[in-house]
């Protein structure tokens, strides 16, 4: 693989969490960075427990509690930036920021149940905010190149193409 492009200016300035707003079927969620409490922990599980199997991608997130325990341990150290959408005790949805060279590898995911309601571009937005509050300057990701909603969803926000060889699609930002 070629090394990846960045756009040459940074994208929009985005919020920082906390953010709390009312989704598109009316209700408050929050957004704020993980804690590292084992409470925080649990509820994603949680989440990912219930997270359908066909919203998978590229193997995240893993299906069985245990493979769900250890990736998020993986994810949820102090390397990597997390915000999680909050309904009440409910995790309705999660972002991450995960260090790879001189970039950051950005995954999102929002339960079936919360997506289409505007949720999971306040959390990636937040997500990025709070990248760029802690000096993250480049962000990277990919997705598949039939999930529509979720490119348009990208390219709104301000990533742009920057590898389409194969059947996936590479996006970047500049986030400074």
């Known amino acids: 693989m070629s090394e990846r492009v960045y756009p040459d200016e940074p994208a929009e300035a985005f919020e920082a969490p906390p953010l709390t707003f009312e989704d598109g079927e009316g209700r408050d969620i929050e957004i704020r960075p993980y804690d590292g409490s084992d409470r925080e922990t649990e509820a994603l599980v949680e989440m990912y427990e219930a997270f359908d199997p066909a919203d998978r991608a590229q193997g995240i997130p893993p299906g069985k509690t245990e493979r769900i325990e250890t990736w998020l341990s993986n994810i949820l150290d102090e390397e990597c930036l997390n915000v999680i959408a909050w309904d009440g005790e409910t995790a309705a949805g999660h972002a991450t920021l995960v260090p790879d060279a001189d970039a950051y590898e950005l995954a999102i995911f929002v339960l079936q149940a919360y997506q289409r309601a505007g949720i999971g571009r306040r959390l990636m937005q937040t997500l990025l905010g709070h990248g760029r509050e802690e000096g993250v300057e480049k962000v990277w990701l990919t997705v598949e190149r039939w999930n529509r909603p979720a490119v348009n969803l990208y390219q709104e ?20």
């Open 157 to 176: 926000t301000g990533f742009e193409t920057s590898d389409a060889e194969s059947f996936e699609l590479e996006m970047t930002i500049r986030l400074r």
